[in-house]
């Protein structure tokens, strides 16, 4: 198993700052949220910190592009946790509470839930995040309103 840090200097973890997420986010940047997120969350819920942090780093390693995802059968909220969770086995190794973290972190629309501790963090970490990452977006679109952005 690779490091946390490892992890974030690896070329496949490099690779998701290029895939865009929630308006001005990239896949990178949200889950480096998530991460931090998860570290916080760790010691108030007993969880190991070291695998907190890392879910939150794995937990959206999916490589499609958006414009991508038309082309492949269903929708993305319900296959990127199961492309993020062979990705990170792939790459990086992960025990059983981390598969299960990663793989329904999108509850209630993934095949299952969550079972550890680890996972409801994660649940709940990934949303935060995700308002983090819409809000930010908001304000950035709010304050260039009316300028010509090509963005």
């Known amino acids: 198993m690779r490091t946390n840090y490892e992890i974030i200097k690896s070329p496949e973890f490099k690779k998701l700052g290029e ?6 986010s990239t896949v990178k940047e949200h889950s480096l949220r998530v991460a931090y997120i998860m570290w916080k969350m760790a010691d108030k819920f007993g969880i190991d910190r070291k695998s907190a942090v890392r879910v939150g780093l794995l937990h959206d390693m999916c490589y499609t592009m958006p414009e991508e995802r038309a082309e492949r059968k269903g929708y993305y909220v319900f296959y990127h946790p199961a492309d993020a ?5 792939k790459y990086y190794g992960i025990n059983v509470k981390e598969y299960n973290a990663i793989r329904y972190h999108m509850f209630p629309v993934a095949p ?3 079972i550890y501790a680890v996972g409801w963090c994660l649940f709940f970490a990934d949303k ?3 308002g983090w990452d819409y809000y930010a977006g908001m304000k950035k679109k709010k304050d260039t309103a009316g300028q010509c952005n090509y963005l």
């Open 85 to 89: 969770v062979k990705n990170a086995q």
């Open 19 to 24: 895939i865009p997420k929630h308006y001005t």
């Open 112 to 114: 299952g839930m969550p």
């Open 128 to 130: 935060i995040a995700t």
